[in-house]
């Protein structure tokens, strides 16, 4: 069985952390880290494993315990400086260190606009060590008409990278023309 953490670091966007949740298939292990700002989040009938967010003794903060991914989203700039500077003072960090230790894919979603030139450093550098970068950025070539379909696409886009299968939006599909010539090999 696959397994990923969710969290929340920050009020705003927190809707779409809800989406999240109840997108991911059943199949899937959430663990998910319950921070000030998360009690909106849970819902009594999601089927996930709930951890404090002082609780860094809890299993997702050892890398033995084998977690395939994790996602931030929202993505405070705080918790995202704290990631890009190695401190681990919560389990949010914590968890995220060992995502960086291990060499697992964790994809945080900066919710600030617009960025300063040091949050733009520390995502460089995260970057650079291969974590994901993954602001909520509308993509308008599926032609989403709503807001719910515009969350759909950036969720959609977020479990791609992290290899969740989904059908949340229009992928671009290429009908090229397909050139008949006498004697044309390809």
């Known amino acids: ?3 990923i953490v969710v969290a929340t670091s920050g009020a705003s966007g927190v809707g779409l952390v809800q989406k999240v949740l109840r997108y991911i298939p059943k199949e899937i ?8 700002h998360s009690d909106i989040v849970i819902q009594k009938e999601q089927n996930i494993i709930l951890h404090e967010n002082d609780d860094i003794s809890a ?7 084998r977690v395939d991914g994790m996602m931030i989203i ?16 919560n389990l949010v960090t914590r968890a995220a260190s060992v995502m960086i230790k291990e060499q ?15 949050a733009l450093e520390n995502m460089l550098k995260l970057s650079r060590l291969g974590i994901i970068i ?22 959609g886009k977020w479990f791609d990278l992290l290899g969740i299968e989904n059908k949340l939006y229009k992928r671009w599909e290429w009908f ?11």
């Open 1 to 3: 069985m696959k397994k």
């Open 29 to 36: 292990e959430v663990h998910f880290i319950k921070t000030p």
């Open 59 to 65: 299993s997702i903060a050892s890398g033995s315990f």
């Open 74 to 89: 929202p993505c405070s700039m705080n918790t995202l400086a704290k990631i890009s500077c190695g401190i681990a003072d």
């Open 104 to 118: 697992k894919k964790l994809l945080l979603a900066p919710r600030e606009l617009p960025f300063s030139a040091i």
């Open 134 to 155: 993954a602001p909520p950025v509308m993509g308008y070539y599926s032609e989403q008409k709503t807001l719910d379909e515009m969350e759909d696409f950036i969720i």
């Open 176 to 186: 090229g023309i397909i050139l008949k010539t006498k004697g044309a090999k390809c």
